[in-house]
């Protein structure tokens, strides 16, 4: 069954948030010399909301009445629709809310990176004139499925839509915000300053792959494979999968289909959780000046960094989407899965192509296919080999790299050993601890 939809203009108003302090701070002016123009050329009617503060949008989408809008149209970067996103699965009738209002994006932010997916998969461009070619795919008037993820942390749970990152990406990520104002090139810029200071980090990738897994045993300091078994223990959550599907999941997650019997399993709203205190120590890093000076690689230290106590707690969006696969984070990962503890320059859970318009992370990835792009650069990475891994990214083929392992995974934990990281989720920085996620098939709906 196909996922698009025709959404005619109807009477009722599409919701637009600028972010006026967004990438290089333009987000106020492209909205009043460019998507005002759009708007009035499709004739939508539009409310706008210039957010104040970090939190603005998540607390307005929490109240809005659903029935009076269309759809939310973002001009900024993806840190706001990650509040957007979470600010609706926040709501009681978050299930209604995130079904019922398309997510509109234009770029306004640094990276931009969900426009750049959209529009390479509408066979738009995205480096040159990228905003030009969104209000072109935006005025289109389709709505497509678009796969979130369920992250648990030890701050609480957190709905994601573009990536996790820990190691050398989030670290340039986060440390180049400062660069803001250079726009994409601020990532160049982080990225280097890191490969010269580079840093390893010790941990266990815990992951429900979608296909037989073998270890690479020479370069893991340990590791277990899988393969296929009836009890795994997605069989009770998925349905087959149509064979056409060559990019998806062996069973099933991704599918309309499937999507109907995740949703018929999901359940509204547990009992508040206490938040929790992680224990771990303080975070390291430092701006981008002192990166090399503090950035020699630190020994492997076994103590593991834990929440203390159940991650249940959620000080960040109430948990109401059951996630059948993902355990307590305080309890072990079910025995199915594979573990690989190791030392590592980077891993990065991608479910779209691209992270930026210089960054393709995961070519195969589409919005609706069920399926977390895993991958990993493992600690004994050259510098050059490092460098030549970034610039191969530009178009995607570090995917053929030796120096970087792929994993297919509908599920997965990582839990930090070394201490002072940084971990992304769509590029906002969360506390550093053990996290995990599951991929929630086609949850949401975007603008295409
Ligand atoms: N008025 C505001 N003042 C300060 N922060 C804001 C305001 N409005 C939104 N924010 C916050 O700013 C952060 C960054 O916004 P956004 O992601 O849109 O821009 P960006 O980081 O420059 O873009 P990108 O994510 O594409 O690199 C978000 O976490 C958002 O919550």
Redesign the pocket.
Known sequence: MSMDVDITPRARKVLVFV??????GK?LDIYQKRVVPTLAELDLNFHLI?????????DVVKTIDISEWYGVI?V????????VINGLMSRPDWEHAIHHLPLGVV???????LCCAINSHNGEPYKDNILTHSLFVLAKHKIKALDLVAVDTCEGRHYSFLSITWGIISDV?IES?KY?SLGNARFTVGALVRIVGLRTYHGRLSFLPCEPYRCHTSRSTSCSTWEPSVNANTADVVTSQPKSRSLSCPDGLGDSATEEVLRSRLQHGGPADEPLTPVFPEEGGGDLETVIANSSTPAADSTQLTCDSPSRGDAATPRPVETALLPPLSDPVPASWVTIEDNFVTVVAAYESHL?PDIIIAPEATFNDGIIHLMFAKAGISRSSLLKLFLSMENGSHVNSPDIEIIKVKAFRLEPITPGGVIAI???KVKYGPIQAQVLPGLARFMA
Do not use: Q, V
């Open positions: 972010n006026p302090f967004s990438g290089p987000a210039i957010t104040e503060r970090a939190g603005h949008a998540k973002i900024s970067g993806d840190g706001l629709i990650f509040e770029p306004g932010g640094s990276g931009n990176a990520d915000e803001r930026g769509d590029g906002e």
